[in-house]
């Protein structure tokens, strides 16, 4: 039998109306393992902080989803976000269960390319595609859903020089009641831009019409909003069929499904975010309650991209520090901060520490490591008395963490991969400071810097370096 760990006394500043010792508060659930890998022995084999991201999760939920799709529609392709999470291995995971890559840059499109997926399987979104960028989109025949006029008038040149007629889809603008509205996105179908847009496309000569596509907002928590969205796309569909005389490709619902991560300022856990048959179902029910229930269907897209991937995503971080702040506060300073949890503003993200608790658990702030007044994870989270060394457990974190995640002070941490066996698999390794410093170009004029620091252990204060510097 283990040796009982000692633990420090503390005392608890009772607060009328709270539950306090005697009453419900004790309870706190750790969490040990990831899958079925201890978090100690995770961070003792890879450092800390680490992500770590479960195969078997991100499988379970594009399949969950494509079949939810599926089942109530004859043709959905599910669609990899890329800006969610653009770690190869997670949009590699994607492309195997049959989604398409959703991009939205030049940079995320070779990501995709590097990764196998043709152009004809890449939608390529976004307000801002450079030349270079929409004629390689073109020449491979992507999917293009353009932003604005000028990218069509882009478009049209590229075509001409090119000597082709690709097809081209376009962002509409939808008030779905989901506000504020992201109206700086593409052309507002209420004042009529996106039937010009149409227009020109279909009409202009120079290209065909593509694809419709909207994106009403992120984190959105009303379903039926979607199937408000799928009506509008469609009945649109069928008035530019009707005007024009073609018919859109596909329609594409975007993503912005709630995933289950909470927000700060929300009462109700994220854990009863509408699942994703809800959203499944608010949007099929309409495609076909709509006029564009006839046959063939026409094919619908969806970029879900952090009802997906949030879930699969856990961080451990470990303790650097605690104390007790001026207010009497419990205190504890991590080695993982908004550097690379940025979601940390918005989200309640769940911290719980990775062995049993025994003790007293008691409010605690959560800092990050970095030298800035904002690096706070949580402002009020229960946890036992901790230690230097204690490991904590963040999730979820797998949409955007990584992908916003910065070099700020400090370099980015490791990433592994829990495979479908159980098995730890590394698929980033932690950054060194090469990373940082490689693109870097010093004048030669500023080069003595650099002879000085490669004398590093004066501290630039020692005899030589003196030396140098007078000369
Ligand atoms: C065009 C587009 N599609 C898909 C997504 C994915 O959104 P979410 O992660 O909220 O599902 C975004 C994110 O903003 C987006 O802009």
Known sequence: MSKPRYERPSLVRNVVGRMNKAGLRGGLTPTEAVETLPAERLVAEFGSPLFVFSETRLREHVRRAREALQRRHPDVRLCCSYKTNYLDAVCAIQHDEGSLAEVVSGMEYEKARRLGVPGEEIVFNGPMKTRDELVRAVRENAIVHTDSFDEIFAIEQIAQELGIRPAVGLRVGLDVGVYPRWDRFGFDLANGQAMQAARRIAKGGKLRLGG?????????????????????????????????????????????????????????????????????????????????????????????????????????????????????????????????????????????????????????????????????????????????????????????????????????????????????????????????????????RLRRAVELADHGQENGNGPAAKNRLKR
């Not at 596509?213 to 039926?224: D, K, M, P, Q, S």
């Not at 949890?341 to 970095?370: C, H, K, M, Q, S």
């Not at 030298?371 to 946890?383: A, G, K, P, T, Y």
Request: include cysteine; proline fraction near 6%.
């Open 212 to 444: 419709l596509h909207t994106h009403i907002g992120t984190y959105v928590l009303e379903a039926a909003a979607y199937g408000r969205a799928a009506a509008a796309l469609s009945n649109f569909a069928g008035e530019i069929e009707r005007q024009l005389g073609v018919r859109p490709t596909h329609l594409d619902l975007g993503g912005g499904w709630a995933s289950c991560n909470t927000l700060a300022g929300q009462y109700q856990s994220g854990a009863l975010a509408p699942p994703v048959e809800t959203y499944a179902e608010a949007i099929t029910t309409a495609l076909l309650a709509s006029g564009e229930g006839k046959s063939p269907l026409i094919r619908v897209l969806v970029e879900a991209g952090r009802a997906l991937v949030d879930d699969a995503g856990t961080l451990l971080t470990s303790v650097v520090s605690t104390k007790r702040l001026a207010d009497g506060r419990r205190a504890v300073v991590v080695d993982a901060g908004v550097n690379v949890l940025f979601t940390a503003w918005w989200y309640r993200l769940n911290i719980t520490p990775a062995r049993p608790v025994t003790g007293i658990v008691e409010d605690t702030v959560v800092f990050g490591p970095l030298c800035m007044n904002i690096d706070c994870l949580r402002e009020s989270v229960q946890l036992p008395d901790l230690r230097p060394g204690d490991v904590l457990v963040v999730h979820p974190v797998g949409a955007y963490a990584f992908t916003q995640s910065m070099q700020f002070i400090r370099l980015r941490p490791a990433v592994v991969l829990l495979d479908t066996q159980g098995r730890a698999e590394l698929i980033r390794r932690a950054e060194t400071l090469d990373d940082l410093v490689g693109p870097e170009l010093l004048p030669a």
